[in-house]
């Protein structure tokens, strides 16, 4: 997990009073170049999480065709870190509860799971 963001003088710290700083526009720059690699490498760990059992603690649910489609945080991700949609049949979760799946797919830095033995 990472959190990106940039530098600002705060009162009260030795760095605000500092010399030579870097101008707004350079800062901004370096503060987009940093999330687009975090963002990368989030993308690369969900990836690599296909295939493997995630227990998800879900936010929201809704119904999908036949189906239900529940998103929430594996145990895995922080508030900031994406999250996991799990997919699935039969009754459906609510949020709040802990359902299991196995990941199936990634969107972005979010993983894609099918619920295992009914998600519960």
């Known amino acids: 997990a990472i959190g990106v963001f940039a530098y600002s003088d705060e009162d009260d710290t030795d760095a605000r009073d500092l010399p030579n700083k870097v101008e707004a526009v350079e800062i901004e720059r370096r503060r987009e170049l940093?999330?687009?690699?975090?963002?990368?490498?989030?993308?690369?760990?969900?990836?690599?999480?296909i295939g493997e059992r995630v227990t998800v603690v879900v936010e929201a649910v809704e119904t999908v065709g036949t189906g239900w489609e529940a998103e929430g945080r594996g145990e895995?991700?922080?508030?900031?870190?994406?999250?996991t949609i799990v997919r699935g049949s039969g009754p459906a979760p609510h949020a709040g509860d802990v359902i299991v799946g196995t990941g199936t797919d990634t969107a972005g830095v979010d993983l894609v799971a099918e619920a295992s033995d009914g998600g519960r």
């Open 76 to 83: 895995h991700q922080g508030p900031d870190d994406g999250s």
């Open 34 to 49: 940093v999330a687009a690699l975090a963002d990368e490498l989030m993308a690369q760990r969900a990836h690599a999480r």
